[in-house]
């Protein structure tokens, strides 16, 4: 099982410099990959949580940290696409790819707060049917010599679209979310599914969901690996955690990885950056260890 680590774009933290940081220290300590998070406004829980201080764009800070590392992998977990024009978004990440050298992971999902997919310019009502149109338009665009498109959002006339992204056949999308619409988009056209927080009981429900629908797609258990976004930290009613000490932290995700987890992504729910390097030194010299 992979390792990845929440660069803590999304936790308020006033230096931008400090998000770096956290990205070059997480390669340096060995990790597989390090992922970011995405909002535009500080909105419902987000304010809640840091009121009015940074909230970072993902796809900026993941292009400054693909200058400054060499090896990591480059996740979001997850982008909003209700959020994002779907064609500069496959534009800026096919970019993003090469600039990294091919090591970009699209995590995706259709957004929880309707005041801000509604601000954004999509109704609230139609952020699934227009996160399938996106996803499939993306792909579209990644792959197809000539576009052609016609959609109920979207209309592409044979155009060529350039680049293509360095890694073939296109950029792996992640489904995120842990719906049942979230798990069906995942074996209908997700490249992997990408959910939050779920304790090993709930997981292994989805689990068993995605592998049924996998087989009525006619699709392999292998096309849709699985992995999970998890704070490091004791669970509570709303959320689960993967622990509070080593000890806990192993053992949850040894039980993640028994399920067939192929990757861990964990957060810290913090914008302290001691504890945020603290959790990144359990999962480098405890985690991974064990894990491996």
């Given at each position: ?52 201080k940074p909230y970072y764009d993902p796809l900026t ?7 400054k590392t060499s090896r990591i992998k480059l996740g ?217």
């Open positions: 099982m992979d390792i990845g680590f929440s660069i803590s774009n999304n936790q308020g933290i006033d230096s931008v410099q400090s998000i770096v940081d956290i990205a070059t220290a997480s390669e340096e300590q060995g990790l597989d990959s390090i992922w970011v998070s995405d909002h535009v406004f500080n909105a419902s829980y987000i304010y809640d949580r840091i009121g009015d800070i993941l292009t400054f940290v693909a200058a979001t977990s997850i982008l909003v696409l209700p959020y994002h024009h779907p064609i500069r978004l496959a534009k800026i990440a096919a970019t993003l790819d090469h600039l990294s050298n091919g090591r970009l992971l699209m995590g995706i999902g259709v957004g929880v707060i309707p005041e801000e997919i509604q601000s954004m310019g999509v109704n609230p009502r139609q952020r699934g049917k227009f996160s399938d149109e996106a996803i499939i338009l993306m792909k579209k665009l990644w792959t197809e010599p000539v576009v052609q498109h016609s959609g109920d959002f979207y209309s592409v006339p044979d155009f060529v679209f350039s680049p293509k992204p360095l890694q073939t056949p296109h950029i792996p999308i992640l489904i995120g979310g842990t719906s049942e619409a979230a798990i069906k988009r995942a074996a209908r056209i997700g490249n992997g599914w990408h959910p939050t927080a779920n304790d090993p009981e709930t997981l292994r429900t989805g689990i068993e969901l995605l592998h049924q629908e996998l087989e009525k797609q006619g699709r392999n258990v292998s096309d849709v690996p699985i992995s999970i976004s998890i704070p490091i930290n004791s669970s509570t009613r709303d959320r689960n955690g993967l622990g509070s000490n080593p000890e806990e932290i192993i053992e949850n995700s040894i039980a993640f990885k028994e399920l067939g987890v192929s990757r861990l992504v964990a957060s810290s729910y913090t914008n302290d950056l001691n504890d945020i390097f603290n959790n990144l030194d359990i999962l480098a010299h405890h985690v991974m260890p064990n894990v491996k």
